[in-house]
DNA sequence: GCACACAATGTTATCGCTAACATCTCAGCG
DNA sequence: CGCTGAGATGTTAGCGATAACATTGTGTGC
């Protein structure tokens, strides 16, 4: 900076208004300035600057997993609305473990991030404690914690679950087996099996056609290996449920195999509405959530929370960011 | 700091050693400060640590897209590896645009990354000068560049295609299509279609089957639709090569609507088996590549790039990243 | 022609940490 | 018993920017 501010004959905090924008320097300067900087190819150092002005610039974000495209679209859409306001996410996959998430969370802490981005599938006492104590704002994303820390963008999964399982209800199914993962300690897996239990409770229906298996985040082949077995297990359900499209997409595929017809013997529904569900043969009814929605909204929201002076109206806690079901043919008409 | 100092009744200085374990704290001290600090909740400022050792701990990561589970899958891997080491990576996704990938490398370059690991599309002149002029190792991954900037991860596009299509060659066809997209300066896609006309040159055989639509990365849905129009364009080919899975998917999808017979009636592959391609049916014979792969080579690379004493062996510029053809039902045996 | 307001620029101190050098302490030794 | 040296700790001076205040210049109104 130093060496811009000779060539141009000002001094440095010239230099550093000009880059700023912040106002108070002549145009003329400024144009001045700005052409040596590019000349010289000066790269102001945010570091620097951040200690001085006590804004990192960073978003913290975490994610289950980015081996999930619902996930690294949120993180997609949530970037690109932040990098318009000069925000950088600096990213971490928690991989459905608490203690993973408390570790990362201390070590993004030293980072000083604005804003910090989570989802829930738990959270350690520590993790909890730190988060209170640094005075940033939270935002939990992907689902409504019982107790939410701050603020949370996403759906219900368990509202969202339950209302698939009525909805299959109502279109005439009642052995209806759930599948998820055999792992999970409370994740959005476990909120979707709630809501699942609940509705079957609430129709008078049995909920004990539960099959475990694998861990988050599902897959295809998980889903085959369960439709593999299937039939051993319980062969007498009239439609399965499961937690995520991709392990419904295995199950077509062994079925398939098996000579099974889908929706005729038996329905499938998945959970998410993957690119793959539209195309798969038949094609998968699912509810469809909105992943870009969700990162979108969160970044909207970080606008509201570091864009905000004292005399704004409040910030909602909650920003609901709507689900739907979707009928396709994996699942017979009303 | 300051506080944890006088609460251990020490210097600053000794409460940063002890942070830091470097080495000249003694046990007993060491202890009772990091008791401290964790009674404290104290976590220190990295920024102000970056400005002074001139060590960010960043390393700047582009991907075209995490719209693609391929790099979303290896920048977890790299994360996983870079981890360990005490990186962080910041993120970027640059569109397959070459000038939003300039302007993210400006703004990366504020926090002074220890390296920039890239993919490569084409690069603006710029974004060449700035690269070179920072004195910060260049990676470039997922391809290997006509000229590399400095060091590359990755396979080359264009040489798997090649090898792909010889291979169908052999096995008898001769109407090859390739799909790939519309609009693509200089991208991955651009390069296995090179391979692919290379291939057919060799042979003889006439490359003029070129179908492009849409813009990457090419989606199930593209793939669907080429397929609904493909008996008016190539109604004759014997084969098509997707430049992607996902549009292979859409194909197969389309195509038994419209009851033709895959591979009987036309042989459909793809490239970078993702799970799906396994899955589908019939199943996709495909370009296996190694997203995890790419991300975990990168990552040992970086971790020798930093590591290393002036008078450690050099270090090779090029880490081959294999690729593999996978068959499987879309296509016949020889 | 002079005080005054405001715009444009400069100066100084500081952000929170660490490098580099300085100091202190005490064991081991002749 | 004083000297030496290594280990443990302290002191000082930055890192590269910006906040806050100080200064200079310039036009305006009376």
Redesign the pocket.
């Known amino acids: 900076?130093?060496d811009v501010?000779r060539a141009a004959?000002?001094?440095?905090?010239?230099?550093?208004?000009?880059?700023?924008s912040?106002?108070?320097?002549?145009?003329?300067?400024?144009a001045r300035i700005l052409k040596i900087v590019k000349k010289m190819n000066?790269?102001?150092?945010?570091?620097?600057?951040?200690?001085?002005?006590?804004?990192s610039g960073f978003v913290a974000t975490l994610v289950p997993s980015l081996n999930n495209l619902h996930f690294a679209e949120s993180i997609q859409a949530l970037n690109e609305s932040l990098e318009i306001i000069g925000l950088q996410i600096i990213l971490g996959h928690t991989d459905y473990s608490t203690s993973r998430e408390e570790r990362l969370i201390e070590s993004m802490l030293k980072r000083r991030p604005e804003v910090i981005v989570l989802p829930f599938d738990g959270h350690t006492e520590r993790t909890v404690q730190l988060l209170k104590q640094v005075n940033v704002p939270v935002i939990e994303h992907w689902e409504i914690p019982p107790t939410p820390i701050d603020y949370t963008v996403g759906f219900s999964n368990k509202a969202a679950a339950l209302e698939m399982t009525t909805a299959l209800i109502e279109r005439g199914y009642k052995r209806i087996a759930f599948v998820s993962e055999a792992e999970d300690a409370w994740t959005r897996g476990a909120a979707r099996r709630a809501g699942f239990i609940e509705a079957m409770e609430q129709a008078g229906l049995s909920a004990h056609r539960m099959i475990r298996y694998g861990k988050p985040p599902m897959s295809i082949e998980d889903g085959y290996q369960i439709g593999s077995a299937f039939k051993h297990h319980f062969g007498d359900a009239d439609c399965i449920f499961c937690v995520s499209d991709a392990p419904a997409f295995g199950l077509l595929s062994a079925f398939k195999e098996q000579g099974l017809a889908v929706p005729d013997d038996i329905a499938i529904v998945g959970f998410g509405n993957f690119e793959l569900s539209r195309f798969a043969s038949p094609s998968l009814s699912t509810v469809e959530v909105d992943p870009r929605g969700i990162g979108r909204a969160t970044g909207e929201l970080i606008k509201n929370l570091l864009g905000r002076s004292s005399d704004d109206p409040p910030i909602p806690r909650h920003t609901a960011i709507d689900f739907k079901l979707t009928w396709r043919e994996s699942t017979k008409n009303p």
Chains 1, 2 share one sequence.
């Open positions: 900076m130093e501010a004959g000002v001094s440095r905090m010239t230099v550093s208004r000009a880059l700023r912040d106002g108070s320097v002549s145009d003329k300067t400024r000066y790269v102001p150092d945010q570091s620097a600057g951040s200690l001085s002005t006590k804004r």
